[in-house]
């Protein structure tokens, strides 16, 4: 096995740790910023709060304590909305990339429809399904849906043509055909679409709830603690929202690729 | 030999005056025209040319990728329409799958036989090839030269009487190149198939071919066939060598 070349992600993990400090000097330049304006003597405004009141919130004040039940009810929000509409994607998706038929009788429409800004559905949805939990669900399945089909579908249209060739050549049956090529080829690019999907998911999440508010969620917990000017919350809020999507990146890169180690170091 | 014709007289791959054509432009473009040539059970073919003499579409038609064609293509009595299991193919390109590892990549032709049988015929062919120790390591993993060698297992694990080799060596470096044509040829002598190899490589081919096709561009035709009579291992430093190479060349200028 010592000619086998596999050291060539040693030099790029050298780099990755050089970015990571590039990337943070402006988050902390901004920080050291917003520290010495909150402490300037002569602010008592309630709408420059200093960062350690922020961070303190969730734990010490009573409403801040809120956030976890919002923050919880978010995330299965998410859950729920997500899974349906990443399996409904991922299946269009198979079914328009293998069925040039089919793409050509609903492709169309669905290019259409994904040209709409997402956030335009809310009206139209808040009017057919009312203010309540199966609004925000619709709402998040369609933010999975078309990142999801939309890669799927690319994702088997980029299936090298080579490969193709070689199935016909060895005669391959259906069943080996999708399973030994098809989904695999199109994995990839499936889970760029599952990635972008829960992105889009959580940032659909948040909105609708903001959106529409009633009941609990992140994207309330927000909405009210802007009505009460407690800037300290909609701060703790949006730093909730972005650390949910951090982890989302930083969990489906590792595990996405975990699952496609066969592409070596050229992903 | 002698076991291969002691099978009948009937060559066993018969080109009997294919020709192809393109449409360009609603322009016809001929790229083979009145191709004609036997291929016998048990001999190593190559066909070589110029870029442009349609050698790698006359392959594709041998293999069934392409069955609109005129004149007969004729495996045995048979006309051939489409692949099967009689014929493999190396690409130049090794197409392995990146997502299976060398021995499921090789396995890929097995699947409707016995698993037991499966493994064992896998692991035959991969000593074959010389890549036992490499069963579980994916493509990437592998050189240019090894990841070859497994394409050819692959094409080998069907027990194909035909093997096409579409320039199958013509993207490795000389040494591997030079290796290679060795254990190509050793491969031909074990396993007794039918070879079809085609190269722009003349030294390659007369160092491994029985009859060597030499065709010309725009249309591709056949200009001449040039059989080789020397035993291995052939020299290529000798001058019977060197004058064969040298016959060659001056059928493709």
């Given amino acids: 096995m010592a000619d086998i070349a596999s050291n060539a992600s ?7 740790r050089h970015a990571l400090w590039r990337g943070l000097a402006v988050p902390a330049g901004l920080i050291v910023l917003w520290t010495i304006a909150a402490r300037l003597p002569g602010n008592h405004s309630q709408l420059l709060v200093p960062l350690d009141t922020v961070l303190a919130a969730p734990f010490v004040d009573d409403s801040g304590r809120e956030i976890w039940l919002g923050l919880a009810q978010s995330v299965a929000r998410l859950a729920a909305g997500f899974s349906i509409g990443a399996i409904a994607g991922v299946a269009f998706g198979l079914f328009t990339g293998m069925s040039q038929s089919a793409d050509r009788a609903i492709g169309p429409s669905v290019h259409a429809l994904r040209q709409i800004t997402l956030f335009a559905w809310i009206p139209l949805l808040s009017a057919w399904f009312g203010n309540g939990e199966s609004a925000k669900i619709v709402f998040i399945v369609l933010s999975a849906f078309f990142p999801t089909a939309l890669n799927t579908h690319e994702g088997l249209r980029a299936i090298p043509v080579q490969y193709l060739e070689l199935a016909n050549v060895m005669n391959f049956s259906r069943r080996q055909r999708v399973l030994r090529l098809l989904l695999p080829g199109a994995l990839p690019s499936i889970f760029v679409g599952i990635q972008v999907a829960l992105i889009s998911g959580w940032i659909g999440t948040v909105g609708a709830e903001y959106m529409l508010g009633v009941g609990r969620g992140l994207g309330i917990f927000i909405a009210e603690a802007r009505g009460q000017f407690r800037m300290d919350l909609v701060l703790v809020g949006v730093l909730m929202l972005a650390l949910v999507g951090f982890a989302i990146n930083t969990v489906c ?11 070596g170091g050229t992903s | 030999m002698s076991v291969a014709y002691a099978l009948g007289p009937q060559p ?14 609603n322009e016809p473009l001929a790229v083979l025209k009145n191709v004609s040539f036997d291929i016998a059970a048990g001999e190593f073919v190559s066909v070589v040319g110029a870029s442009g003499c349609g050698k790698s579409t006359l392959l594709r038609l041998i293999i069934g990728l392409d069955t609109d064609y005129e004149g007969d293509i004729l495996l045995g009595s048979r006309r051939i329409e489409g692949p099967g299991p009689e014929r493999g193919i190396v690409f130049q390109e090794h197409r392995l799958f990146p997502w299976l590892t060398v021995s499921q990549n090789i396995a890929l032709g097995l699947e409707n036989i016995d698993p037991a049988e499966a493994n064992e015929r896998v692991a035959e062919n991969i000593a074959l090839v010389g890549l036992a120790g490499f069963e579980t390591v ?4 592998l050189s240019g030269g090894m990841a070859q060698r497994a394409a050819i297992a692959r094409a080998l694990v069907t027990r194909p009487e035909i093997l096409l080799l579409d320039e199958p060596l ?3 470096d000389s040494l591997t190149r030079t290796y290679l044509q060795n254990e190509l040829h050793r491969i031909w002598r074990q396993e007794r198939i039918t070879m079809i190899m085609v190269t722009h490589d003349v030294e390659e081919a007369v160092y491994l071919s029985d009859k060597i096709v030499v065709m010309e561009p725009r249309p591709g035709r056949v200009r001449s066939i040039v059989p080789v009579r020397l035993d291995h291992p052939r020299h290529r430093a000798s001058a019977e060598f060197a004058a064969i190479k040298e016959e060659i060349f001056s059928s493709l200028s």
Avoid: M, T
């Fill in chain 1, 10 to 16: 040693l030099p790029r993990r050298g780099r990755d």
């Fill in chain 1, 253 to 263: 890169r590792r595990v996405f690729r975990h699952l496609l180690r066969w592409q």
């Fill in chain 2, 12 to 25: 066993e791959l018969r080109i009997q005056s294919v020709s192809k054509s393109y449409r360009i432009d």
């Fill in chain 2, 138 to 141: 994916h493509p990437h993993q």
């Fill in chain 2, 170 to 172: 013509g993207a490795l």
